[in-house]
């Protein structure tokens, strides 16, 4: 046989060994792309899950038990939050905490029903303790999203609630103590006299500092919130929120907690989230809808945290913040920043009981 055949052979050979490699590694393309399309658009009821901020585990709880007796997504959130308002979680949810600088104490909630994208909150709300409950009204009986202040209030009354000063002893003692320390720490900038020396009333400076504030003074017992996630047995979703601000609030101010999108956010074809910490930050950024958002476009949970809580520590190094999340197959993942940890519920079947679970605070770059 000559050179030229002999080179030939080879040649068709090389090519055929080619062809075979490049069909294999089609296959396993395929593959690989047909499982996360799978996973992206196909449901799996029946993997029932709640998660929820912080360790408030009688609210994690109560919602696995409303889960376990055949109740709904939206009725797991609502009730795990009603909870934490009747407890008063660390002081930061409900009633007879975080006064703002009248002394005052008022309500933010939110409810999100992932299956319709329907949803209810109120904020800033007086008078009224079930904040969780009004919103899920909100979200029942009218076409609004958010209603605030005393209007809040009288859609609270026409629902059926009753008026009742939210201030008790503890919180009245906090605020008179806040105001012999000349009202510090407080949330005023750009104003005279110096807010960091004295109490108001305040004007304008006209001595202008940076536009972007710092970071204010946010910690686990001040811009707490009860952040609820619940999955049901027919695959529904639903996010809530609850709380009551943070101290020495100026007087009408609305965290994030109410805003759709940065407290929590579902989607049924996704997955959830709930995010608590500095909610004058953690609005401009809309955290929860970033990392429902994301788990769309590919990322698991983890890597949906840790880039919604990267996005905002790059604008903000001493922010304080944290971020639960679920995909829509029961799969979970937290992250933090400015914590040592963060601590949070879950209750699923896996488990059949909650379990508190930690995030370290070592951000990293997903």
């Keep these: 046989m000559s050179c030229a055949a002999n080179l030939c052979a080879c040649l068709i050979n090389i090519s055929r060994c080619l062809s075979y490699i490049f069909l ?20 799996k009821p029946g993997t029932p899950i709640v998660i929820n901020t912080w360790a408030f585990t009688a609210s994690t709880l109560r919602s696995w038990e409303i889960l376990n007796t055949n109740g709904t997504a939206v009725d797991a959130v609502v009730a795990g939050c009603s909870v934490c308002e009747i407890a008063q979680c660390d002081g930061t949810v409900g009633y007879g905490g975080s006064p703002d600088e009248n ?45 605030v202040g005393d209007g809040a209030t009288q859609f609270a009354v026409e629902m059926g609630f009753k008026q009742t000063d939210l201030g008790t002893n503890s919180s009245a003692y906090m605020w008179k103590d806040w105001k012999t320390r000349a009202c510090q720490p407080n949330f005023w900038t750009n104003v005279s006299p110096d807010p960091g020396m004295s109490c108001g009333p305040y004007k304008p400076s006209t001595k202008k500092s940076q536009s972007k504030p710092r970071a204010s003074f946010a910690n686990q017992y001040n811009h707490d919130t009860i952040g609820v996630v619940a999955i049901d047995k027919e695959g529904n979703i639903a996010a809530g929120t609850s709380t009551n ?5 100026i007087p009408g101010r609305v965290g994030d907690s109410p805003i759709p999108g940065s407290g929590a ?23 929860s809808f970033l990392a429902v958002q994301a788990m769309k476009y590919g990322y698991s949970p983890g890597g949906a945290a840790i880039l919604a809580m990267h996005t905002i520590a790059e604008y903000y190094p001493e922010f304080k913040g944290a971020i639960v999340v679920v995909n829509k197959l029961g799969q979970h993942g937290a992250a933090c920043y400015g914590f040592d ?13 909650v379990l508190v679970m930690y995030a370290k605070c070592d951000l990293q770059k997903p």
Excluded: C, W
């Design 265 to 287: 956010y579902a989607m049924n074809t996704i997955g959830a989230a709930a995010a608590t910490g500095d909610g004058d930050i953690l609005m401009r950024f809309l955290p």
């Design 103 to 147: 002394g005052e104490t008022t309500l933010d909630a939110l409810i999100i029903d992932g299956a319709t994208m329907n949803m209810g909150a109120v904020g800033s709300m007086k008078r009224i303790k079930q904040a969780s409950k009004v919103a899920r009204h909100v979200m029942e009986n009218t076409k609004h999203t958010l209603l």
């Design 245 to 249: 601000g943070a101290k020495f609030k």
């Design 341 to 353: 940890s963060f601590p949070y519920s879950i209750a699923n079947n896996e488990h059949n009981r």
């Design 24 to 43: 294999v590694f089609l296959t396993l393309v395929a593959i690989i792309v047909g499982y996360h399309i799978f996973e992206i658009f196909s449901t």
